[in-house]
C-alpha cells in the first residue's frame, strides 16, 4: 500500500508565495516520475509541474519562471515552491507519482489534495 500526503496549501495574497510538500509512504522500491496538477472550481484537472527521477522537469505555461518543482528521492517527497501567485492559482492542488512498490508491480497513485487560495 503507498500512500501521498500533501501540506502546504492556505490562503495568501495576490503576489505572495507558498509551498507545497507532498511526502509518499508505503511498500516503496523506487518513485518514478512526480508531479502536481491542479483542479479549480467547475474545471478540469491540468498538469502543473512534473519532474522525473533525476529532476529533470516540465512546467504548464502558466506557471513557468513562477512555479518551482523539486523533489528528494531520499525522502520520497516532492515539492512545488509557488512564487507571485495570482488569484487564478487558486485550486485544489494533487500530487500524483508513478511508484514501483516492492512486489515490483508500478502504479500511479494521488494524494488527497490541498487547498490554495489567492485573494487579489
Known amino acids: 500500500q503507498v500512500q501521498l500526503v500533501e501540506s502546504g496549501g492556505g490562503l495568501v495574497q495576490a503576489g505572495g508565495s507558498l509551498r507545497l510538500s507532498c511526502a509518499a509512504s508505503g511498500s516503496i522500491l523506487n518513485i518514478n516520475n512526480m508531479g502536481w496538477y491542479r483542479q479549480g472550481p467547475g474545471k478540469q484537472r491540468d498538469l502543473v509541474a512534473t519532474?522525473?527521477?533525476?529532476?529533470?522537469?516540465n512546467y504548464a505555461d502558466s506557471v513557468k519562471g513562477r512555479f518551482t518543482i523539486s523533489r528528494d528521492n531520499a525522502k520520497n517527497t516532492v515539492y512545488l515552491q509557488m512564487n507571485s501567485l495570482k488569484p487564478e492559482d487558486t485550486a485544489v492542488y494533487y500530487c500524483?507519482?508513478?511508484?514501483?512498490?516492492?512486489?515490483?508491480?508500478?502504479?500511479?497513485?494521488w494524494g488527497q489534495g490541498t487547498q490554495v487560495t489567492v485573494s487579489s
Open positions: 519532474i522525473t527521477r533525476g529532476s529533470s522537469t
Open positions: 500524483n507519482a508513478h511508484v514501483i512498490a516492492r512486489d515490483f508491480r508500478g502504479d500511479y497513485y
